[in-house]
């Protein structure tokens, strides 16, 4: 079964800082990967999906990008981080569209 | 468009109370239907899953009936424990070109001793 790593597990910015987080996937190939944020006591936002390397679909337009370098690793990036971009980011991946499984979160805080 | 609506929570219950959160969904076709639990500081986890009507998903005695009549799949469980406090989002599949998960909001369940 697949296992998701993300990365940095917590991470304190400061406004107008830029930001990367990396997912990468274990236990499979050709997954989709997808971006979600979880503001506090809040559902979750799908941000971006990409079902192959290159391909990223945005779903919110904001100051947030993502990049699949690899075919299993999915990367979120902001040049200028805002406060309301604090939240909890969660990678998630399916394969052949089956139930979705998802990484331990990053806890991102904009001061 | 396809959504998810959820109870909303806190629900809060004693231990070895019987639990049900409510959920409804509207879908354009037959969409696949899920449960998932998200412990405190964690990813979400996928607790049960049904993928056409009439299909009940169950696992560590949580059950969900897929009801396509009424549009629902509540989640239910006889007696709760207090390690069962989480936060439990109900989410559908569309199975069409996007495949995209669409989530509810996400209901707390506190459980007290």
């Known amino acids: 079964s697949q296992t998701i790593h993300q990365w940095p597990a917590t991470l304190v910015q400061p406004v107008g800082s830029p930001l990367s987080l990396e997912c990468t996937v274990e236990?499979?190939?050709?997954?989709?990967l997808y971006w979600y944020r979880q503001a506090a006591g809040r559902g979750l936002q799908l941000l971006f999906y990409?079902?192959?390397?290159?391909?990223i679909s945005s779903e919110v337009p904001q100051n947030l990008s993502a990049s699949r370098p690899q075919d299993r690793q999915f990367i979120l990036s902001s040049k200028k981080l805002l406060l309301s971009d604090s939240g909890f980011y969660l990678c998630a991946c399916d394969h052949l569209y089956n139930e979705q499984f998802f990484g331990p979160g990053t806890r991102l805080t904009v001061l | 468009g396809n959504s998810v609506t959820q109870m909303e929570g806190p629900v809060t219950l004693s231990e070895e109370a019987f639990l049900t959160i409510n959920c409804t969904y509207t879908?354009?076709?037959?969409?696949?239907l899920f449960w998932y639990v998200q412990y405190p500081g964690e990813g979400l986890q996928l607790l049960l899953k049904?993928?056409?009507?009439?299909d009940k998903g169950s696992n560590k005695g949580f059950e969900a009936t897929y009801r396509k009549e009424t549009t629902s799949f509540h989640l239910e469980k006889g007696s709760v424990q207090v390690s069962d406090s989480a936060v439990y989002f109900c989410?559908?599949?569309?199975?069409?070109?996007?495949?995209?998960?669409?989530f509810g909001s996400g209901t707390r369940l506190l459980v007290r001793p």
């Open positions: 989410a559908l599949r569309e199975m069409d070109s996007s495949y995209k998960l669409i």
């Open positions: 049904a993928t056409k009507a009439d």
């Open positions: 236990g499979t190939s050709n997954p989709n």
């Open positions: 990409s079902v192959g390397i290159g391909q």
């Open positions: 879908a354009t076709g037959y969409p696949s």
